[in-house]
């Protein structure tokens, strides 16, 4: 696997970027592949484990665009008569709409797994437990990857100069 991973980390990871994952979080994606591949156990050959390693990282790429879709088309379709009462103010509306952009902005730098902790449990409200087992990670790193995204926004929502 050390090898596997030596040898075709690079190519992998550009192979997620053509797939649309950004650039800072093409390491992410293939390094959750090599887990997830490491999880399932070696086919005991090279080529077969290679093989099975991009099509882990092709689904991986499928199902991080269409998460980001999903996501955005739910923050697109937010309108002022949606938000609980008093926000319905124009003024109020719009600095709410404005909040909501720069906190999407803020998610938008993380890794792609901190992105998907954070979604999982504040939007989704999923218990910690079921997303690190959905995402084949430890529950000590999934709540490291909430506490990392949750401090990340909160510093960029709490920094004017941050804003779009």
């Known amino acids: 696997m050390t090898e596997l ?3 075709h980390r ?3 990871e550009a192979f997620a970027r053509r797939r ?3 650039p800072q979080d093409a390491p992410d994606l293939v390094q959750d592949a090599f887990l997830r591949l490491l ?3 070696s086919t ?3 080529t077969e484990d290679r093989r099975l390693l991009f099509a882990i990282l092709r689904n991986a790429a499928f199902d991080q665009r269409k998460s980001a ?3 955005a088309a739910a923050a697109a379709l937010i309108a002022p008569e949606q938000l609980p009462q008093g926000l319905a103010d124009p003024e109020v509306a719009f600095g709410s709409r404005q909040a909501l952009d720069r906190l999407l902005v803020a998610l938008r730098q993380l890794p ?3 992105q998907e902790v954070m979604i999982l449990r504040r939007i989704d409200g999923l218990p910690m437990a079921e997303i690190a087992r959905r995402l084949g990670i430890p529950l000590s790193t999934a709540e490291k990857h909430l506490l990392r995204a949750i401090r990340h926004c909160a510093a960029a929502l709490a920094d004017p100069t ?3």
């Open 20 to 22: 649309g994952t950004a």
């Open 5 to 7: 991973f030596a040898t």
């Open 39 to 41: 999880a399932a156990g």
């Open 112 to 114: 792609a797994t901190t």
């Open 162 to 164: 941050s804003w779009p």
């Open 69 to 71: 879709a999903r996501r």
């Open 44 to 46: 005991g050959s090279a």
């Open 10 to 12: 690079a190519r992998l």
